[in-house]
């Protein structure tokens, strides 16, 4: 998925790049103050709720908060656990919310050159097999959205529902805005023309081409999520609404949920009303609405 506004793991990119990150996180930021309670508990760096698993080859950073039905969290690209520091605290209070930094993200390292949704996919489903959770709620923002549709593609028994924001299926202009491309395609075409990479280097040029290259997802494959789907964008977000309708629409059991006055960081900026709606969804029992209904 593209994501520029939960940028927050420590790599680095260019220093044209990392103002604008830095600018976009600091506006975030600036919007949204916390309370107390969520600056208290360092999400994403809490040694009493974290843990490293062995996860098909690699060691993967998790968060555990809260009991109940378990819910899945996952982050964009070049996030982390602490992206989501507005939601958790409202979803542990009523489920078990599993939250872990994605290959080659945050804590979770990963020096191998493969990075693709897909394998990220199948971490989270060996995550939850190694927490011997057998489905959940699933809540996936930007890149984590993807990994959340592929989840209930190719592991359908894992998740029970599943939200997704932000999320795109084609790396292109027929899903991202232009001017988004202009922003960080530069990046990608200078660290690729580089014939020897820093370490700082290779995993901004893993990620990148993550987000340039990545995901190829045709639209009929969508037709295999038989979980009940809340799709999820603002109606000024970096993935164009046109294309997040696309994705609803052909997911057999969705709802739409397009945000006024939004960007890309639905979870973050509308933190309030994203996990009451969130929450509402996985609770209500999902209805479809045909004939006469359409009046209601």
């Avoid at 409202?90 to 489920?95: E, R």
């Amino acid at each position: 998925m593209f994501s520029l506004a939960p940028f927050g793991g420590a790599f680095f990119i260019t220093f044209r790049s990392m103002k604008i990150i830095l600018l976009l996180s600091t506006l975030i930021l600036l919007a949204s103050p916390l309370s107390f309670a969520q600056r208290a508990v360092p999400y994403g760096k809490n040694k009493d709720a974290g843990k490293f698993y062995d996860i098909r080859g690699f060691k993967m950073y998790c968060e555990i908060y809260g009991q109940g039905q378990p819910v899945l969290i996952i982050h964009g690209n070049g996030g982390s656990i602490e992206n989501f520091k507005k939601n958790i605290p409202y979803f542990s209070g009523k489920y078990k919310v599993i939250i872990a930094d994605s290959r080659a993200q945050g804590r979770s390292a990963d020096p191998g050159d493969s990075l693709t949704y897909e394998m990220m996919a199948d971490d989270l489903s060996a995550l939850l097999d190694k927490l011997h959770i057998d489905s959940a709620d699933v809540i996936g923002w930007s890149d984590g959205g993807i990994n959340g549709l592929l989840l209930a593609m190719r592991h359908p028994e894992k998740v029970k529902k599943l939200a997704v924001t932000g999320a795109n299926l084609w790396p292109d202009t027929n899903a991202v805005y232009q001017e988004i491309w202009d922003m960080v395609r530069p990046d990608y075409a200078g660290l690729k023309k580089k014939t020897s990479l820093t370490a700082q280097e290779k995993g901004s040029y893993k990620l990148l081409r993550l987000l340039c290259d990545q995901p190829n997802i045709p639209l009929g494959d969508l037709r295999a999520i038989h979980c009940p789907t809340l799709v999820i964008g603002g109606d000024y977000d970096v993935i164009k609404p046109e294309h997040t309708m696309q994705i609803a629409h052909n997911i057999p059991r969705s709802y739409l949920w397009i945000l006024p006055n939004s960007g890309h960081s639905t979870p973050e900026v509308y933190s309030d009303l994203f996990n009451k709606t969130v929450d509402d969804f996985f609770i209500l029992p999902f209805r479809e609405i045909k004939g006469a209904e359409r009046f209601n």
